[in-house]
């Protein structure tokens, strides 16, 4: 959503896809050419990853929520091109990419209550082995260092899924009630820096609390799970959340501000907003190459490797296939 410019000389609204084209610019078609081949290259190995790990993974579900997982990069990729050739659609685009990653956040913590071989087992095993919720854990506390570790108890894992419910429900409603504005003209008009800033604020504080409860379950997670690459499969989040939503904050703030400078066909946020798409393509088409192998493995649940007589932790290489590699 862009805010009233300040220079005369610069566009309201932004370009339509007839004036990105007719424009014809060397960087605008160059940004655009690279999107679309990490994105083509981005979906085919997405559809060859999704009938393999059809074929070879063990647990449905299981399949289910990692084809979820690894869906976050050619969605992105999709998105970003849409972005690139209708920058109009910004706020809708950030609209449906918020809803599905925030899903994803859901599936990741599924994900690991799975390796554990359930929520009840997850509480079973934290709680016989002492492991506790370090409260004090970044992004939302970590400059409170006085508050205490807590046991783990059904309420208090029900407590973090609602820090990551809360990102399915919020982000997306402020995101729909500024798409809502932007797409009746007359509202646009008046839309004001106050209404901009909410919707950073909003979008921020939500964003650090989901963060912050996939934190506090990587924490406890960790070390009990290290065979099943939880480690390498939060990092993908991190950096998932890095790209697609910090990153467009930013973006967002550079704009709103006009920092980004505007001119006849561009505003200075839907430039902002055309440049942070133009990144996010090959960012995760590269994060994607590292997901297929973090995933490429039909990791188990705990409890299926202590009846062969295994550790807790699974050992990393050599005791599984990789059912997309074909090791």
Known sequence: MSLEPTNSNCSFSGPSS???FQAGAGDTIAALTVASLCTAATCLLYLFDVMQLLANYRDRQQAIRVFWLLGIYPFFCVTSVINLCVPRAAILVDFVNTIYFSICCLKFMHITQFYFGG???????????????????PPACCCCPCLPNVAPSRSNII???????QFVIAPPLV?????????????LAVATKEMESVFVLVRTISTSLAFYGLILIFRVSRGPLSGQSITAKFGLMKLAILFGHIQILVFNILGAFSVINCDQLW?????????????????????FLLARRVYSRDDRPMSEYALI???DSFPRTGSQTSVLFGQ
Do not use: H
Not at 125 to 135: A, H, M, R, S
């Open 18 to 20: 007839s004036e990105v």
């Open 119 to 137: 929520r009840k087992q997850m509480l079973e095993y934290l709680q016989t082995n002492g492991i506790k919720f370090p409260l004090q854990s």
């Open 159 to 165: 407590k973090i899924y609602l820090l990551l419910l």
């Open 175 to 187: 995101s729909f009630i500024i798409t809502v504005v932007a797409i009746d003209s007359a509202s």
């Open 267 to 287: 505003s200075s946020a839907s430039k902002a907003a055309w440049i942070n798409a133009a990144c996010l393509a090959p960012e995760m088409a590269c994060l």
């Open 309 to 311: 007589g295994e550790s």
